[in-house]
């Protein structure tokens, strides 16, 4: 059995951040942000709720990104190579 741990989403090769998932949990997480978008979108549209509409999508950004910082690579600024 393999004792190194798994990522849901590789660190980029260059900058700071993450890329594309490398797991299918990493894909539902994307697939959860984006119908999460959807439903603040249609719950608070943005002509009619402005401050409820951008605190929704703040509110998936930081989760998301809790969600791989906790289950990707570690972050870290990249200049490419390995």
Do not use: H
Not at 3 to 13: E, G, H, I
Not at 25 to 38: I, K, T
Not at 53 to 62: E, K, Q
């Amino acid at each position: 059995m393999n004792d190194s741990p798994r990522y849901w989403f590789k660190a980029k090769r260059y900058g700071w951040g993450w890329g594309l998932p490398t797991a299918w949990q990493g894909w539902v997480a994307y697939a959860l942000f984006a119908l999460g978008v959807v439903g603040v979108v249609r719950t608070f549209p943005p002509q009619r709720a402005p401050g409820s509409f951008a605190i929704g999508l703040i509110a998936l950004a930081a989760l998301l990104f809790v969600v791989c910082l906790l289950k990707g690579e570690p972050p870290r600024w990249r200049w490419g190579g390995k």
